[in-house]
Nanobody, 127 residues
Framework: QVQLVESGGGLVQAGGSLRLSCAAS????????IGWFRQTPGKEREFVIA????????FYADSVKGRFTISRDNAKNTVLLQMNSLKPEDTAVYYC????????????????????WGQGTQVTVSS
C-alpha cells in the first residue's frame, strides 16, 4: 500500500521560504510521477508542480515558476518542494500525490490522474 506523508508546512512572512517533504513508502517508485497540489477553502485542488521519479523531469504551474523547485532523494524515498519568495496567495493546504505512470501518460496536472494522496500540510503566508 502506497503511503505519502507530508511535512514542513507552517507560517511564514511574504518573501520567505519553506521546504515541504513528501515521504513515500510501500512501493518502488521508479515508475511513478509525484505531484504537489494545493487547495484553499471553497476552491478546487490546484496543480503546483510534479516530478518524474525515473528521470527527474519536472513540470511547473506558471504561478510558481522561478520560485518553487522540486527534487527527489532516491535514498530516502522523499520528494522535496522548495518554496521561495512566498506570496500570500500561496497560502493553502499542500498535498503530495502519486500516480503509477510516467510523465508522458495522461495529464500530469490533473488531480484525477493521481491515485494516492497524502493528508496535506498547511502553508500560511502572511503579508
Amino acid at each position: 500500500q502506497v503511503q505519502l506523508v507530508e511535512s514542513g508546512g507552517g507560517l511564514v512572512q511574504a518573501g520567505g521560504s519553506l521546504r515541504l517533504s513528501c515521504a513515500a513508502s510501500g512501493r518502488t517508485f521508479s515508475s511513478y510521477t509525484i505531484g504537489w497540489f494545493r487547495q484553499t477553502p471553497g476552491k478546487e485542488r490546484e496543480f503546483v508542480i510534479a516530478i518524474s521519479w525515473f528521470d527527474g523531469r519536472t513540470f511547473y504551474a506558471d504561478s510558481v515558476k522561478g520560485r518553487f523547485t522540486i527534487s527527489r532523494d532516491n535514498a530516502k524515498n522523499t520528494v522535496l518542494l522548495q518554496m521561495n519568495s512566498l506570496k500570500p496567495e500561496d497560502t493553502a493546504v499542500y498535498y503530495c500525490a502519486a500516480k503509477n505512470a510516467p510523465f508522458s501518460t495522461g495529464n500530469v496536472a490533473a488531480p484525477n490522474d493521481y491515485g494516492y494522496w497524502g493528508q496535506g500540510t498547511q502553508v500560511t503566508v502572511s503579508s
